[in-house]
């Protein structure tokens, strides 16, 4: 073990709550803990206990003094966090209790933990991989109960046996390849086509988590969708339906939404920031200028865009204004108040107008529709591919890019094969390889993990 001496930090936020919780790890935290723990259990030493027990007891200073009434928990190497001995003290809520604790223990010869010191060490000791390191930020900042059951996915290392797999045939393309080039008058020429066959096999899936990856950042970092169209159109009424509580005033004047209103929601696990904005029109009024102004810089920024209509009013030229300022691969047509008798929209003006983009017919009122719109929105933004059979997976941004870099090795690999020397071929599959390996860490830079590491908290 390369770093084994003894840290302790705070592991629970600041502030008041139920209990705050120091957490050790090192060889010596038993035995140093010791010296300050006073069981109630005049018999019980912790220095004898097994792994996975709790003491009740108290901490004490040096002269005695009692500090607080805390339990400790022991977890013996390697049975632990970081796989070294790791205690933790809980100590009553609080700021002062957890404090007063912590320097005691750093009285005893313990320093204390750089940010993400403890997942660190769970990393050098081999208790997890890169790739599930990372996966503990996810689960701290997850945004959806989905975007967390992924991440736990990859802690769990669901996908350290794939990318081992992977490696594995990289690893003994690249041997072939090597043994050629070394020894080309003892070895054969390596088979080309099954090169080319297991490349495309590697290929296939890198592929699939590059596309599951895609999916996953949706559920990862969730979308922005805006409601707009001209005043009246109930845009405000929607986003009360979509949030079920009254968020915006709905009035029957048109230019009642005059800033953006914007709240926070689920769409089947997607986290959704939803913004009702005000009536795009021409206007006079100051105030109301300042929104419509408001409402367009909120469209470019848009994921998606709920454009709504007023069945009763027909599509006016307002309405096509506002419409030929949206992206239409990011638009979702709402035909509104179906429920009204007066209809003035048909089937051929839609068809005419909106060619290619999704159109809804619902009534914001009696709740049609909305299940549509539901789907429509889900769909659209994991790019309407519903028939998809593989699953999510949640890869942060240097992840993405290491995937990206494999992917183009590989297919550096096909094109080139058989038409190039090989140790050109073999350059392009250490690089596909060295960009698994920074996955899964076996192949990362120590900068790279320091960077990492920077983003845990400290007693993580
Ligand atoms: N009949 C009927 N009326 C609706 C429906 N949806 C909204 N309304 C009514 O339309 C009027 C305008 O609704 P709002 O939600 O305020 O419309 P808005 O688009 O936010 O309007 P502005 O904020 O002025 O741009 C209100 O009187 C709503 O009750 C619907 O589906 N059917
Ligand atoms: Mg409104």
């Known amino acids: 073990m390369l770093f084994n001496d003894d840290i302790a930090a705070i592991a629970t936020p600041p502030g008041e709550g139920g209990i705050a919780i120091i957490r050790l790890s090192g060889s010596s935290v038993i035995e140093k803990v010791s010296r300050i723990f006073k069981p109630y259990n005049p018999e019980v030493d912790i220095k004898n206990k097994p792994g996975y027990t709790m003491t009740l007891g108290w901490i004490l200073d040096d002269k005695g003094e009692y500090i607080d009434e805390v339990l400790v928990s022991i977890m013996r190497a390697p049975k632990s966090y970081t796989g070294e001995d790791v205690v933790e003290i809980n100590c009553h809520g609080g700021i002062l209790p957890a404090r007063k604790c912590l320097e005691e223990v750093l009285n005893h ?186 409402s367009g810089q909120a469209i470019k920024e848009a994921d998606l865009v709920i454009f709504l209509l007023d069945v009763a009013s027909g599509i006016t030229e307002e309405d096509i204004r506002i419409y030929q300022g949206l992206n239409k691969e990011k638009v979702i047509v709402l035909v509104n108040k179906e429920d009204l008798a007066e209809k003035n929209i048909s089937e051929e003006e839609i068809k005419k107008l909106f060619g290619g983009v999704r159109v809804i017919r619902g ?20 790019e309407g591919k519903t028939d998809y059979d593989g699953e999510e997976l949640i890869f942060n941004l240097r992840q993405q890019k290491a995937l990206e870099k494999a992917r183009e090795h590989l297919i550096s690999v096909l094109d080139s094969l058989g038409q190039v020397p090989l140790d050109c071929t073999a350059v392009d599959v250490r690089g596909a390889l060295e960009a698994l390996g920074e996955i899964t860490g076996k192949n990362i830079k120590e900068e790279i993990i320091n960077r990492i590491f920077q983003d845990f908290c400290i007693g993580k």
């Open 109 to 294: 010869g313990i320093r204390l933990a750089e940010p993400g010191e403890f997942t660190r060490r769970a990393f050098l000791n081999g208790r997890m991989d890169m790739s599930q390191v990372e996966a503990v930020i996810e689960i701290i900042r997850a945004k959806s109960e989905k975007s967390m059951k992924l991440a736990l996915k990859q802690l769990k290392g669901e996908k350290k046996e794939d990318f081992n797999r992977l490696e594995d045939i990289l690893t003994s393309i690249n041997a072939a390849i090597e043994a050629s080039i070394d020894f080309p008058d003892e070895v054969d020429e390596p088979d080309y086509a099954g090169l080319e066959e297991n490349i495309k096999i590697v290929l296939d899936e890198v592929n699939k988590f590059i596309e599951a990856a895609r999916r996953g950042e949706v559920y990862r970092e969730g979308i922005k969708i805006v409601i707009s169209g001209k005043p009246n159109v109930g845009k405000s009424s929607l986003l009360n339906l979509l949030l079920r509580k009254d968020k915006a005033i709905v009035t029957d004047i048109p230019g009642t939404t005059r800033d953006i209103v914007e709240d926070y929601l689920n769409i089947n696990g997607i986290p959704v920031k939803i913004m009702d904005t005000a009536g795009i029109r021409e206007t006079d009024d100051i105030v109301e200028r300042i929104g419509v102004e408001k």
């Open 363 to 382: 009534s914001v009122k009696e709740k049609t529709g909305l299940d549509e719109l539901i789907s429509a929105i889900t769909e659209m933004v994991l």
